[in-house]
């Protein structure tokens, strides 16, 4: 029922920044909170930031300051600002939605998108 797309995964150097965007589509009213969650083979995925569909947001600590989550309602899309880009940000990053699936009833799914891989270089 939503689709989650996600992009803008990259090798980039040490410093760097990079945004990540993940768009969501399919048969849904609206999203209510989107997330970024990232996982590292051998540990648990971590969560990253989120953000709801009124821009509240809330990030890990390791990433508060250079990581910036936004929203575009309009198009149902998250983006992540990340900045000052650590080795130790390498990672396999995932978005996830809760949405707002509409209907006669209140009815909400959870739903991922597929990974998109951030490689820093040292």
């Known amino acids: 029922q939503v689709q989650l797309v996600a992009s803008g995964g990259v090798l980039v150097p040490v410093g760097w920044p990079l945004r990540l965007s993940c768009a969501a589509s399919?048969?849904?009213?609206?999203?209510?909170?989107m997330r970024w969650y990232r996982h590292v083979p051998g540990n648990q995925r971590e969560l990253v930031a989120a953000?709801?569909?009124?821009?509240?947001?809330n990030y890990a600590d390791s990433v508060k300051g250079r990581f910036t989550i936004s929203i575009d309602n309009a198009k149902n899309t998250v983006y992540l600002q990340m900045n000052s880009l650590k080795p130790e940000d390498k990672a396999v990053y995932y978005c996830?939605?809760?949405?707002?699936?509409?209907?006669?009833?209140?009815?909400?799914?959870?739903?991922w998108g597929q990974g998109t891989h951030v490689t820093v270089s040292s």
């Open positions: 399919g048969n849904f009213r609206s999203v209510n909170l």
């Open positions: 953000i709801t569909k009124s821009g509240s947001t």
């Open positions: 996830y939605c809760n949405a707002d699936l509409g209907g006669p009833t209140t009815r909400y799914g959870n739903y």
